[in-house]
């Protein structure tokens, strides 16, 4: 079978990402993270700036404590009317609107029987996910972290492990290409949440959270009415079953420090840096 030469391409960028991410602080060259995706200094430096909207070199920039601070301090007066409203106003990423359902208590308990769930494994710049699918909405989001597919297979499995599972990657694609804001949604995506009450309240108030935004686990527990829950918010945060379309990964420490992803903290900061890059390019700021 013929190599796809899209997941090659996104392989290669995900790898050059990673290495970007992991050695920030001392400032690789173009040269270097060229030479790590295999691609021209000249290639890489247009494919990067195409797919972040802004150069490597100022993609860096977002990587940051002090960046991080800066935005958790502008963002501290939008949030509480971002969350009110449920709108996420200009700064989204693409045009996607998304709705979720939970599950009712029945099915919490039946863990999927009678539910056909179609799944596939795609390749992406930020690394390679599962997603599972259904008539009713997307249910499951996860990165394969460094390539642990029986990991993140593991995982899903667990989460529903009554369900009909249907490889059917050829269906799941484009919503993955609507989740990074590849394409556009013709209509509102739709997800499909198991999860206890706190939890579902939890992961729709980080639905309400303006892209290129990020705030603290404070500011989550206040907006579901329980500012003292600061654990229990961390633990449902965590929890969350759909990555990237519900934005765990815009949760951090009130200090600034960003930690306790579950797919590895350098993933988390190449989603905000990235998610800030394309906001910023949206709004014409130059890169």
Same mark, same amino acid.
């Given at each position: 079978?013929?190599?796809?030469?899209?997941?090659?391409?996104?392989? /290669? *960028?995900?790898? /050059?990402?990673?290495?970007?991410?992991?050695?920030?602080?001392?400032?690789? @060259?173009?040269?270097?993270?060229?030479?790590?995706?295999?691609? @021209?200094?000249?290639?890489?430096?247009?494919?990067?700036?195409?797919?972040?909207?802004?150069?490597?070199?100022?993609?860096?920039?977002?990587? #940051?404590?002090?960046?991080?601070?800066?935005?958790?301090?502008?963002?501290?007066?939008?949030?509480? /009317?971002?969350?009110?409203?449920?709108?996420?106003?200009?700064?989204?990423?693409?045009?996607?609107?998304?709705?979720?359902?939970?599950? #009712?208590?029945?099915?919490?308990?039946?863990?999927?029987?009678?539910? #056909?769930?179609?799944?596939?494994?795609?390749?992406?710049?930020?690394?390679?996910?599962?997603?599972?699918?259904?008539?009713?909405?997307?249910?499951?989001?996860? *990165?394969?972290?460094?390539?642990?597919?029986?990991?993140?297979?593991?995982?899903?499995?667990?989460?529903?492990?009554?369900?009909?599972?249907?490889?059917?990657?050829?269906?799941?694609?484009?919503?993955? /290409?609507?989740?990074?804001?590849?394409?556009?949604?013709?209509?509102? #995506?739709?997800?499909?949440?198991?999860?206890?009450?706190?939890?579902?309240?939890?992961?729709?108030?980080?639905?309400?959270?303006? @892209?290129?935004?990020?705030?603290?686990?404070?500011?989550?527990?206040?907006?579901?009415?329980?500012?003292?829950?600061?654990?229990?918010?961390?633990?449902?945060?965590?929890?969350?079953?759909?990555?990237?379309?519900?934005?765990?990964?815009?949760?951090?420490?009130?200090?600034?420090?960003?930690?306790?992803?579950?797919?590895?903290?350098?993933?988390?900061?190449?989603?905000?840096?990235?998610?800030?890059?394309?906001?910023?390019? @949206?709004?014409?700021?130059?890169?």
């Amino acid at each position: 079978m013929t190599a796809d030469p899209d997941a090659i391409h996104y392989r /290669a *960028f995900a790898a /050059a990402i990673d290495h970007l991410i992991e050695n920030w602080s001392e400032q690789p @060259s173009l040269e270097e993270l060229a030479a790590v995706a295999g691609f @021209s200094p000249f290639h890489f430096q247009r494919l990067f700036t195409r797919w972040a909207g802004i150069s490597p070199k100022r993609f860096v920039q977002f990587l #940051t404590l002090d960046h991080a601070k800066r935005l958790l301090a502008e963002n501290h007066s939008v949030l509480d /009317a971002a969350l009110d409203v449920g709108l996420s106003g200009p700064s989204r990423l693409h045009d996607l609107f998304i709705a979720c359902e939970a599950i #009712t208590p029945g099915e919490y308990k039946a863990l999927g029987d009678g539910l #056909t769930i179609r799944w596939g494994f795609h390749d992406t710049p930020l690394g390679r996910v599962l997603i599972g699918t259904t008539e009713r909405g997307v249910c499951w989001l996860s *990165f394969a972290e460094d390539g642990d597919e029986a990991g993140a297979w593991a995982e899903f499995t667990a989460e529903w492990p009554a369900a009909r599972l249907v490889e059917d990657p050829h269906t799941t694609e484009p919503v993955v /290409a609507q989740a990074l804001g590849w394409a556009k949604a013709a209509e509102p #995506t739709r997800l499909l949440l198991r999860g206890t009450n706190f939890q579902v309240k939890v992961w729709e108030a980080l639905l309400r959270i303006p @892209s290129g935004a990020i705030v603290s686990y404070e500011d989550v527990a206040k907006a579901i009415g329980q500012p003292t829950a600061l654990r229990a918010v961390g633990r449902a945060v965590g929890r969350n079953p759909v990555c990237i379309l519900i934005p765990c990964h815009r949760v951090i420490q009130k200090s600034g420090v960003i930690h306790n992803y579950r797919y590895g903290v350098p993933r988390k900061k190449a989603l905000l840096a990235w998610e800030q890059a394309r906001r910023l390019s @949206s709004e014409g700021i130059a890169a």
